[in-house]
């Protein structure tokens, strides 16, 4: 049976391992990825991992989930944001493929994402899903008709930079939001205050981070209701960072949806939080890997 060099490029960690054609997990591991670096170091640190996988075994292929705009046919980063310098233009199926001469395929981390939900997760037998990353900012991907929609410029569903009250989703909805919000509203820099603490202190009733939470969960659902409006998907599932507060979140989430959408739109839209959690990376690069070489 065939197996595959799975690799998940995020602005903290790469992930990576090997998977059986039949999609189990053999092994997985992490390296901090260095990201301040730049892309010179990531490939490198790439072709490492591949290289040393190849000392002891054969494999089909190298599967690779990445931060940033990815062109799928080049393999290539054609943007990035700045948390990592000059990874613009590196083209890691170039690289893998002219250096190991394997088959290499090359998507972004949120396509990727809902790749895993829709074969393996919440959005499996749906045709149609939405799929939001929410951490230090807000990733989007769309899935149409069994396929990742990547727009004309592989930029398809950036929904964070989408312009909202004066700003945009990912500075007023991100999870990362909530501790700076907490922050103004008590009225000190509170070194001890983090994710953490404000849904620990709002469980408890501490009105600030009650308050912080609602309104992050009143843009959430306001931005999600500006793309159901325009795609109609039949599921939009959330992952990221907050899916350790799911159980908290979801009802508050979900009234924000209802009150945005239209009742006969929003009564058909299913909401559920992501199942693959670490592993969604690297097993969406599979799955896209396999859907170009079935």
């Given at each position: 049976?065939?197996?595959?060099?799975?690799?998940?490029?995020?602005?903290?960690?790469?992930?990576?391992?090997?998977?059986r054609?039949?999609?189990?997990?053999?092994?997985?591991?992490?390296?901090p990825t260095e990201?301040?670096l730049?892309?010179?170091?990531?490939?490198?640190?790439?072709?490492?991992?591949?290289?040393?996988?190849?000392?002891?075994a054969?494999?089909?292929?190298?599967?690779?989930?990445?931060?940033?705009?990815?062109?799928?046919?080049k393999g290539?980063?054609?943007?990035?944001?700045?948390?990592?310098?000059?990874?613009?233009?590196?083209?890691?199926k170039?690289?893998?493929?002219n250096?190991?001469?394997l088959?290499?395929?090359?998507?972004?981390?949120?396509?990727?994402?809902?790749?895993?939900?829709?074969?393996?997760?919440?959005?499996?037998?749906?045709s149609?899903?939405?799929?939001?990353?929410?951490?230090?900012?807000?990733?989007?991907?769309?899935?149409?008709?069994?396929q990742?929609?990547h727009?004309?410029?592989?930029?398809?569903?950036?929904?964070?930079?989408?312009?909202?009250?004066?700003?945009?989703?990912?500075?007023?909805?991100?999870?990362?939001?909530?501790?700076k919000?907490v922050?103004?509203?008590?009225g000190?820099?509170?070194?001890?205050?983090?994710?953490?603490?404000v849904?620990?202190?709002?469980?408890?009733?501490?009105?600030h981070?009650?308050?912080?939470?609602?309104e992050?969960a009143?843009?959430l659902?306001?931005g999600?209701?500006n793309?159901?409006?325009?795609?109609n998907?039949?599921?939009?599932v959330?992952?990221?960072g907050?899916?350790?507060?799911?159980?908290?979140?979801?009802?508050?989430?979900?009234?924000?949806?209802?009150?945005y959408l239209i009742?006969?739109?929003?009564?058909?839209?299913?909401?559920?939080?992501?199942?693959?959690?670490?592993?969604?990376?690297?097993?969406?690069?599979?799955?896209?890997?396999?859907?170009?070489?079935?």
């Amino acid at each position: 049976m065939k197996s595959y060099i799975c690799i998940d490029i995020g602005g903290t960690n790469i992930k990576y391992g090997i998977i059986r054609e039949d999609a189990v997990i053999l092994e997985n591991h992490e390296i901090p990825t260095e990201a301040h670096l730049g892309g010179p170091k990531i490939l490198h640190k790439v072709t490492s991992i591949v290289s040393a996988y190849l000392d002891n075994a054969s494999y089909a292929g190298v599967c690779i989930s990445t931060a940033g705009i990815v062109d799928c046919q080049k393999g290539e980063i054609v943007h990035a944001g700045h948390t990592i310098p000059n990874f613009k233009g590196t083209g890691f199926k170039a690289t893998i493929e002219n250096t190991f001469h394997l088959p290499c395929e090359v998507e972004n981390d949120v396509n990727c994402a809902a790749l895993a939900e829709h074969y393996a997760g919440a959005s499996k037998g749906t045709s149609s899903s939405l799929c939001l990353t929410i951490g230090t900012g807000i990733g989007g991907a769309l899935i149409l008709n069994n396929q990742i929609h990547h727009g004309f410029s592989f930029s398809g569903c950036e929904v964070g930079y989408m312009h909202m009250l004066g700003s945009s989703f990912e500075k007023l909805g991100a999870s990362s939001i909530l501790v700076k919000k907490v922050q103004q509203l008590k009225g000190n820099e509170e070194e001890s205050i983090d994710g953490k603490y404000v849904f620990e202190h709002a469980k408890e009733g501490d009105r600030h981070c009650i308050q912080a939470i609602d309104e992050m969960a009143d843009i959430l659902g306001m931005g999600i209701a500006n793309i159901c409006y325009i795609v109609n998907p039949e599921i939009v599932v959330l992952g990221g960072g907050i899916m350790a507060q799911k159980e908290y979140l979801y009802p508050k989430i979900r009234a924000s949806i209802d009150k945005y959408l239209i009742p006969y739109i929003s009564e058909k839209t299913t909401l559920a939080f992501a199942q693959n959690q670490n592993q969604a990376g690297m097993l969406g690069a599979f799955y896209h890997f396999q859907a170009i070489h079935q």
